[in-house]
Nanobody, 123 residues
């Protein structure tokens, strides 16, 4: 089993920045890819970004490219999502997820999920 705990959400003005963190514990050796997803009210959860646990490969949804950066610190077993130039439409609950598979953008492929952290972008 893998446990994931997100932090770093909050209220930010449009154009501002936030950094989300996801601390992993448990059977981390089984994890190959970590992802961030988000879910706005009344919508389905959608992919935002992933990073491979070992090689640093990353991928992003088109709507976050150039604004969000995913990274990992293996020594701390933590994955980050740096979010810049935030827009009101980025308001959502952001979820960290982990999979034993490789480079998935589909949420169905992820085995473990955090509880989510709320990000609200508003003036």
């Amino acid at each position: 089993q893998v446990q994931l705990v997100e932090s770093g959400g909050g209220l930010v003005q449009p154009g501002g920045s936030l950094r989300l963190s996801c601390a992993a514990s448990g059977s981390i050796f089984s994890i190959n890819t970590m992802g961030w997803f988000r879910q706005a009210p009344g919508t389905e959860r959608e992919f935002a970004a992933f990073v491979s646990w070992s090689g640093g490969r990353t991928d992003y949804a088109d709507y976050v490219k150039g604004r969000f950066t995913i990274s990992r610190d293996n020594a701390k077993n933590t994955v980050y999502l740096q979010m810049n130039s935030l827009k009101p439409e980025d308001t959502a609950v952001y979820y960290c997820a982990a999979t034993t598979g490789y480079y998935y953008t589909s949420q169905e492929k992820y085995d473990y999920w955090g509880q989510g952290t709320q990000v609200t972008v508003s003036s």
